[in-house]
């Protein structure tokens, strides 16, 4: 009872009523708990308990076995009862005994036992338990019931039949499943944009935004280049894109009616139609200097990633000054909407390269952070003075530092073979000569553009013994080379380096035949793609240049149109490894190519 010691892992437990031998303030409350085993504890709370009975030890022992032993002494327990009915007419007390949470070990079974007592004699045996509201007469009964524990393989058996498992799916069941959830998280993302863009508008748009992947995508630029991933055949993106344009007051640039299947993910223009036609004199949102900029750069007048970096910061601090912003607006927000269309504009002319796309991030987060109480005319002169600074700091002095880094690395009988018609190696060319060095100089050459020509000529100018061949040409030249200096249009993230088309076989030659190749780039060109090969991500030039011949030559290749089975390819860049360059010579030094990432975070912390 509760007054009694108990057995906290008891197995059976004994029930009394109304009352014990001890004190209790009401019926129905002594509990004893058993258990085999410390038999005298036992004895003593039975003999308290029985008191009342005037049980004597022997009954307390006996009844104390067939607790031990329910099922063999059920018997004893009986009679046991009998005879104590017939020595006294007391009122009837029941004894209830049940099982515990914990079973008995070895032969033990639980069994529940209800015992009555009182005049009469044992004339029920059932396994029910007293009445919940009987005070005192409850009918005679002994009851004994067995309830064996199943088996682990009887519980194993029950658990599969009530929670089967499902069937493991197939891999292309797998493979489904994970198309189908890739479909709607687009989906949803597609549509978190569109709200996003309705509510921004032109402001929203404006803002430098990041991606996935450890890219950035430059603000204004092509909709349908993501994460530096190019979805040309995205009709979706596309929709999106002409929507924008629309909006913007850009006229899109027509598709080209034949594209090569490889690189149909990539925007493949129809550069016999003009750009300009549909731009409507007076109401458009295009800057004059822009539309002049465009032109030129889809003509290719403006080529190389510098030149067009420098011509578009040109044209946007021309654009600054003769912007006037809406009286209602704030002049940085009215700011970076008109230049969204700009760049749009530039963009569809031609793809834009990561030098200009550095350049227009660091301008738009300048323009950004004006004070909103500067006038208009002091952030006009602000605006204007950042762009000069970058232009001097960020390229002509960068460019100046590689110069005379670059030029240590020129000895006296040096053969040093370049590629590409790059202003600045023909600068690290020049100014070696300058100081009475001694060498020789291999141009490489590729069609269709033929730009190392203007390298030559710059090289007989000043001097130099050259060498002009083509780049089939290259691995019979290596053999007499000593150096190999190449330009970059891009450093990636991962060390790739994004160059003219030919410079990945250059390098790869040149480690072939142990040459150390260097490459000059500046810093501002440093980009946060990640990349590891030309076809994910690449500019593909007109291919009617591919068809035609120089010195106006006759081509068979001339109607190619009108073939079906014949397409032609231009592509303008590809992607050298790391492991084909040893050093990189930058701004801040020189440095490997996998020094690239360091530079960036560095350089994001100073921004911040």
Known sequence: CSTSPRFSDSDLRFSFYPHCAHSHSGPNSCKIDLREGNMSGRKN??????SDLGSSGSHVGSLSEAIATPKEKLDQLENWVDDRQQASGDRVRTSSLSKSSNPIQANSRPVKITVGFGPGSLTNLTPSAPAAGSPALAPTSVAAAQSPRPDKAARAAAAAKEFPKKPKPSKSERRALQEKQRAEKAAKLDTDGKGSSSKGGAAVSGAPAPSGGGTTVVPGADAGQRGGKVAADDEKRNKERSKRLRKEGVPERASAKKQVQLFSHLHQYDCSVSLTSNIPFGASKVHPCFIRLGLKHSEG??????ARCTSLLAALREFIGDFTPSPKKQYSVDLLAAISPLISFVA???????SMGNAIKFLKKEISELPPDLGNEACKESLQATIDKFVQERIVLAQQVITDAARSKIKDGDVVLVHGGSDLVVQVLRKARAQGLNFRVVV???RPKCTGINVLEECLSIGIKTTYVLINAVSYIMRDVTKVMLSAHAILANGFVMGRVGSSLISMIAKAHSVPVLVVCETYKFSD????????????????????LPFDMPSKLDGWEDVPSLGLLNLIFDVTPPEFIDMVVTDIGMIPCTSVPVVLRVKEQQTQ
Do not use: Y
């Open 45 to 50: 709370q039975l003999q308290d308990t029985f």
């Open 301 to 306: 007048t403006i080529s190389g990633s510098t």
């Open 348 to 354: 569809q002319c031609r793809q834009l390269a990561d």
């Open 444 to 446: 490489v050459d590729s």
């Open 529 to 548: 793609r990640v990349q590891t090969d030309a076809f994910v991500f690449n500019e593909l030039g007109d291919p009617n240049i591919v068809a035609k």
